[in-house]
């Protein structure tokens, strides 16, 4: 069902057709502002070499507040999605079927994103993955992930 549809059958405004986007808080700001000029930054313990993500105030391993921000590789190995086609919020209605998946980062942490760029029926848990953003609005950009382009290699037979 389109926008146009779901306003008419359920009496809704542009306004609550739009998406809830990710409030930056003060530790995690540096992750937004890195995603709006194309980097994955990761928050990496300078003490223990552990990293948060999502980011946090102090260290989830040693608790210390001595932190860096490190740009990921943008690679990763899809753990497990799901299909989403029916039973969202109406917001992202008009965006069925599309695929919630878990990513885990090549640099350890596991991330909660979607599958763009690939037909549905080609997505296989531990398939390599890549990292594009997306501009959903002047402020946000979120990461989405696609499959790596595989190098085609001429038969030298
Ligand atoms: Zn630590």
Same mark, same amino acid.
């Given at each position: ?42 928050? *990496?313990?300078?003490? !223990?070499?552990?990293? +948060? ?11 210390? %507040?001595? #932190? ?45 994103? *979607?599958?763009?760029? !690939?037909?549905?029926? +080609? ?11 997306? %501009?959903? #609005? ?20």
């Amino acid at each position: 069902m389109d926008a146009k549809e779901l306003k008419e059958k359920f009496k809704l405004t542009d306004e609550d057709l739009k998406k809830p986007l990710p409030i930056p808080t003060k530790w995690s700001k540096p992750f937004w502002e890195g995603t709006k000029q194309r980097k994955l930054l990761l928050k *990496t313990c300078k003490d !223990c070499g552990h990293i +948060d993500h999502p980011p946090y105030l102090y260290c989830t391993e040693c608790q210390s %507040d001595n #932190s860096e921000w490190v740009q990921a590789s943008g690679r990763a190995k899809l753990y497990a999605f799901a299909v989403n086609e029916i039973g969202v919020p109406f917001p992202f209605m008009p965006d069925l079927p599309y695929i919630t998946a878990l990513v885990d980062l090549k640099e350890g942490p596991r991330m909660v994103s *979607t599958i763009v760029e !690939c037909d549905f029926k +080609d997505i296989k848990n531990g398939m390599a993955l890549e990292v594009v953003f997306d %501009d959903v #609005s002047p402020e946000i950009s979120l990461p989405k992930w696609k499959p790596v382009k595989k190098w085609v290699t001429k038969d030298r037979g």
